[in-house]
């Protein structure tokens, strides 16, 4: 099989289900071979069985400090380089801003800002050196980094101050290492996605929780508000999965090589009042 992404080694975080499995399996038709991780064990398994031997899975808790150099040190270890980082994992933990209590906030902070931060840290060292070794060779390939942010960090959203300040976190995350690393062929962008289709938004009485040690954390959003987000959205309907990875797959892709630093809206022309 010939594709784009043929000879490039990804990392996909959140690739149990929705828009991380999208993701991985986008690039995997593409070429890349993928690293999937999540924490939630089943579901990774389904995902690897998609790959159909075209990635590995790492199923542990990105929170933990020992889990991103455990993916990273995966990545080499299978296929011998890293080429492609997608940071997408998290979850949602809302409330009003006055009722919200701090290990909200640490949790929103953990998993959007710390985790990712982490991963490319960990992942730091090969990507730097092997942008080196090309530059002594004369060789000019990008690599690439993509995070996954949020409307709700560009924007703001009510019941989202955690959520809505980690995702800001990561924008600055983004630009800034978008400076650093830009001399070496490295581009950072994000993805700020509006309403995608996930358990995430789900209707409450379907979406069930999301296990955090002993605590249960409820997900979706209530009926009307999943209405009131359609109706806002130009395109007419919110995101599936597939649509969400489409806008990250643009980033992994040569196309984008002279986008960096930037935050790409994915929305359907999705906008909730306020600009970035």
């Known amino acids: 099989m010939t594709g784009v992404l043929n000879g490039r080694v990804a990392v996909v975080t ?14 995997a038709e593409h ?13 990774l398994e ?6 159909d031997g075209r990635g590995t899975a790492v199923a542990a808790d990105l929170t933990d400090p020992d889990t991103p150099p455990e993916i990273v040190d995966r990545a080499v270890r299978e296929y011998g380089q890293l080429d492609i980082v997608v940071n997408n994992a998290g979850y949602t933990w809302d409330g009003i801003f006055h009722k919200m209590g701090d290990d909200q906030l640490a949790a929103m902070l953990d998993i959007h800002l710390v985790a990712p931060f982490r991963l490319l840290r960990a992942a730091a060292p090969v990507l730097r050196e092997a942008a080196k070794r090309d530059a002594a060779q004369g060789r000019e390939i990008f690599r690439k980094v993509v995070n996954v942010v949020s409307i709700s960090g560009t924007m703001g959203n009510v019941g989202q101050a955690n959520y809505s300040a980690a995702k800001s ?13 830009g001399p070496l062929k490295i581009n950072v962008n994000a993805v700020a996605f509006g309403f995608v289709q996930t358990r995430l938004t789900a209707e409450t009485a379907e979406a069930g929780t999301f296990d955090r040690g002993d605590r249960q954390i409820p997900l979706g959003i209530p009926a009307q508000v999943r209405e009131q987000a359609a109706a806002r ?13 489409g806008g990250i797959f643009l980033l992994c892709t040569p196309w984008s090589n002279f986008i960096h630093g930037q935050v790409i809206t994915v929305a359907g022309g999705q906008a909730e009042g306020m600009s970035y």
């Open 14 to 27: 959140g690739a149990g289900r929705g828009i991380g499995q999208a993701t991985a399996l986008l690039l």
């Open 233 to 245: 959205i130009p395109v007419g309907r919110g995101a599936t999965p597939a649509d969400a990875a």
């Open 31 to 43: 070429g890349a071979r993928v690293v999937a991780s999540d924490l939630d064990a089943g579901a």
């Open 169 to 181: 976190g990561l924008v600055g995350l983004t630009k800034t290492l978008a400076k650093e690393w």
């Open 46 to 51: 389904e995902t690897l069985a998609l790959l």
